[in-house]
């Protein structure tokens, strides 16, 4: 009789095996690149996300692979789909979206929306954050890693200078005055600091948009860097340094500036509202977030990156790539991710859950990139993207180090533009 249960047991085991061996091999395998642009522990919170998607999806096993920077992600990402192992889905700059379409790379979620409620889906964000999402009528990248760049300052420092800590700078001459009396003469603190090197043309969007212009139309063919308004937003950042001397001369390092600023080397920083939870952890000194200062408005570019689909996916892959992405925004996950790090929920939606609201309800602060999307644009983006960027970028740095006046560089760079995307008019 025992032998004859030992048996049975060895057979309801090989069944046991059997069946789980067809459930891996039935299970669809999605690949998924991811970036982190303003460091920290954020790779715990997307794999945490995804495990928690796995656990709710049996059938969708997903290798979430950090690939660096955004840069990175996007190399990456295209590497891989020529080297016949593809991603399935990636995280990518949401300004990537025209060279991606121009490389045949990704699918229009459009093309993929099946149901009603998939239709619904791709109405649910912000429709600021899907500016750098749609272009010919279609919708390309889906918004997750979202923001928009906000002021963070040291209210300490502000009592000090005997500025009141409730009322920031709120325009482009409050900045400037306000920033002299922070700037101590031995250079141990400065007024204020905008980082000029990673991604110099998105600052410089937030200072033209607030100069009342947009760098670029909404087909990606053309750019306004010559514009006098444009020209006047980059002069009034040199002035900065150079004139109001409030902020270091030439330029500033996006990488070390938060760490300059939780050190108390400048009292006001303009960074990725993506620091925020980093901020709150870490600043030792009483602080506050508040909307970007105006000159003939309010303005900030959104920022961050999108969900893609690549084009090199079967029909059960791109399902199953839907069914992750729509939990990853979904308004519960959203939620999470803005507590967790500071980006904000994509969705109106995110912000109607019982934990987003409770903690807005204690930390207001985690609302102001939301509530600037009001004031916000679109990020530059174009055809040749990284060509075009790199020409402002460089425009940008010739004209705080004083290489060039902000009219010489701006106008050469909009000269160089012009040839790229004259061939896409």
């Known amino acids: 009789m025992l032998k004859r249960f030992k048996w049975v047991g060895i057979g309801l085991l090989a069944t046991v095996f059997l069946f789980s061996a067809v459930t891996a091999g039935s299970a669809t395998e999605l690949t998924m690149y991811y970036p982190v642009a303003v460091g920290g522990p954020l790779t715990k919170v997307v794999d945490g996300i995804v495990a928690d998607f796995m656990k709710a999806n049996p059938d969708i096993k997903v290798n979430a692979i950090y690939a660096g920077n955004y840069n990175d992600a996007r190399i990456k990402a295209l590497a891989a789909l020529k080297s016949g192992e593809p991603a399935q889905l990636s995280v990518m700059f949401s300004i990537d979206i025209y060279e991606l379409i121009e490389q045949d790379a990704i699918v229009a979620f459009d093309d993929l929306a099946e149901t009603a409620e998939d239709k619904a889906w791709l109405n649910s964000f912000y429709p600021t954050l899907m500016e750098n999402g749609r272009t010919a009528g279609k919708t390309w990248g889906i918004p997750f890693q979202r923001s928009t760049i906000v002021m963070y300052y040291n209210k300490d420092a502000f009592r000090a200078a005997g500025l009141d800590p409730e009322k920031p700078p709120a325009t482009w001459e409050d900045l400037a005055a306000m920033g002299k009396k922070l700037t101590k003469p031995d250079g141990s603190q400065w007024g204020v600091m905008i980082p000029s090197t990673g991604y110099p043309y998105w600052m410089f969007g937030a200072l033209t948009m607030q100069n009342g212009q947009v760098l670029m139309n909404g087909d990606g063919n053309e750019t306004f860097f010559d514009h006098p308004d444009v020209i006047g937003a980059l002069q009034y950042w040199k002035d900065l340094g150079s004139k109001y001397k409030v902020m270091p001369a030439g330029t500033i390092e996006w990488g070390t500036l938060r760490q300059n600023f939780l050190e108390g080397k400048t009292a006001i920083m303009w960074h990725s509202t993506g620091n925020l939870t980093a901020v709150k952890k870490n600043a030792g000194f009483d602080f506050g977030v508040a909307m970007l200062p105006a000159s003939k408005r309010r303005g900030t570019p959104t920022g961050g990156g999108n969900f893609y689909i690549f084009k090199k996916t079967s029909p059960e892959e791109r399902k ?64 040749q993207t990284g060509r075009v960027r790199k020409l402002l970028d460089d425009a940008i740095q010739a004209a705080l180090t004083g290489a060039q006046t902000p009219e010489e560089a701006l106008g050469e760079a909009q000269k160089q533009a012009d040839r790229l995307l004259k061939q896409y008019r």
């Open 320 to 383: 199953a790539a839907m069914r992750l992405i729509k939990f990853m925004t979904s308004p519960e996950s959203s939620a999470e991710w803005s507590i967790q790090t500071g980006y904000m929920g994509v969705s109106p939606a995110a912000y109607e859950t019982a934990a987003l609201k409770e903690y807005v309800k204690g930390f207001p602060y985690a609302a102001v990139a939301r509530d600037q999307l009001e004031y916000a644009t679109a990020e530059l983006s174009t055809y």
